[in-house]
């Protein structure tokens, strides 16, 4: 099963993906969590936004093909067997693309080879509150709230298309991760492995 969070910088991802984690662990059911920046490509790519030496074309590809690698390094069994739990997926490459005047299109051609997600939540904060949250200790490129409301304005603009499930990510963490198991729980009740193996049977 796919799982994808959709998110701006900052709206406590690294807690949430962990308690969803440990939530199912205890559950005898298989996590896991696959984040940007930790195939080779993708920390070539870190070390390239932390110099700025970053276009937004150059973002798209090389996004893209960091999530390929990852995509590459999951067997099918392990989508039949696991929650495989995507910190950021396509719908981020959309909105981070479009924020900064990409064609839409022309970035969802770029990934148009990766399978839908099964489940996906978009955890909306503001963009005031993602800079309040940021931190030096933190990688985060440093972004002004302007464009952070751009970036946040181009995901609600995709929601419906990338069935994106609606969170409201200022609530408190507790409620957060409430609402996104009670999600991903109705979906397992609703299509059961099943499901999971029919879909997974696609090529991308």
């Given at each position: 099963m796919l799982v994808i969070l959709e998110r701006l910088n900052n709206c406590l991802k690294t807690t949430l993906v962990q308690m969803i984690k440990e939530y199912y662990m205890k559950l005898d059911i298989p996590v896991e969590i696959s984040k940007e920046f930790e195939t080779n490509i993708g920390?070539?790519?870190?070390?390239?936004?932390?110099?700025?030496?970053?276009?937004?074309?150059?973002?798209?590809?090389?996004f893209a093909t960091d999530r390929y690698i990852r995509m590459k390094n999951i067997t099918n069994d392990e989508f039949k067997e696991k929650i495989m739990l995507f910190d950021r997926y396509v719908p981020s490459a959309l909105a981070y693309r479009m924020a900064e005047g990409v064609d839409k299109n022309w970035v969802a051609n770029i990934n148009s080879i990766f399978p839908k997600a099964?489940?996906?939540?978009?955890?909306?904060?503001?963009?005031?509150?993602?800079?309040?949250?940021?931190?030096?200790?933190?990688?985060?490129?440093?972004?002004?709230?302007?464009?952070?409301?751009?970036?946040?304005?181009?995901?609600?603009?995709?929601?419906?298309?990338?069935?994106?499930?609606?969170?409201?990510?200022?609530?408190?963490?507790?409620?957060?991760?409430?609402?996104?198991?009670?999600n991903i729980e109705e979906y397992r009740k609703r299509y059961g492995k099943r499901r999971w193996i029919i879909k997974r049977k696609e090529k991308y």
């Open positions: 920390k070539e790519l870190k070390q390239m936004a932390k110099a700025g030496t970053l276009d937004p074309i150059l973002k798209a590809y090389l099964d489940l996906g939540f978009f955890i909306d904060i503001t963009p005031e509150e993602s800079i309040r949250r940021n931190t030096d200790t933190k990688f985060n490129i440093k972004a002004s709230a302007e464009h952070l409301a751009k970036v946040r304005n181009a995901y609600l603009s995709i929601i419906n298309e990338n069935n994106l499930i609606h969170v409201n990510g200022m609530q408190p963490i507790e409620y957060i991760f409430d609402e996104v198991i009670s």
